[in-house]
């Protein structure tokens, strides 16, 4: 799955546990008729994927929707949902991509002095 939007906040990275679990947190705005802000959890050395991005910058990322059950100390069942990045893209073009191609030579194109009277008098209307 992928959503698309603008960075909102881009946090930092937090280590958790004696196994050094590490997370890093990036929320974005989606641009719709109703925006929403969604969070997306970036762990381990996925982490480092968000270096180069900052807040304004329009990206797209690609995610996972992740689920756990969790039986709490008085035995009530909770459920936990969450999302988890694997990779992000800018979605800003390139230096120069939106320039306009150069137009080729004028001998690329053929003289348009051959026509004859009956051509120009062709439209259906």
């Known amino acids: 799955m992928e959503i698309e939007g603008k960075i909102k906040l881009v946090g930092e990275t937090q ?3 004696s196994n050094g679990f590490r997370k890093r947190e990036v929320v974005i705005t989606t641009e719709e008729q109703y925006p929403q802000h969604i969070m997306v959890e970036f762990v381990q050395d996925k ?3 968000l270096n180069n991005f900052s807040i304004g910058q329009a990206v797209k990322i690609s995610i996972n929707l992740r689920g756990r059950e969790w039986t709490n100390p008085q035995g009530e069942v909770k459920y936990f949902n ?5 990779r992000i893209e800018s979605l800003q073009p390139e230096q120069g991509a939106g320039e306009i191609p150069p137009a080729p030579p004028t001998e690329a194109f053929e003289p348009a002095d051959n026509l004859n009277e ?3 008098d062709d439209l259906p209307f």
Request: glycine share 14%.
């Open 47 to 49: 982490t480092e994927l």
């Open 118 to 120: 009956e051509d120009h």
């Open 82 to 86: 969450s999302i988890q990045g694997w």
């Open 15 to 17: 280590t958790f546990g």
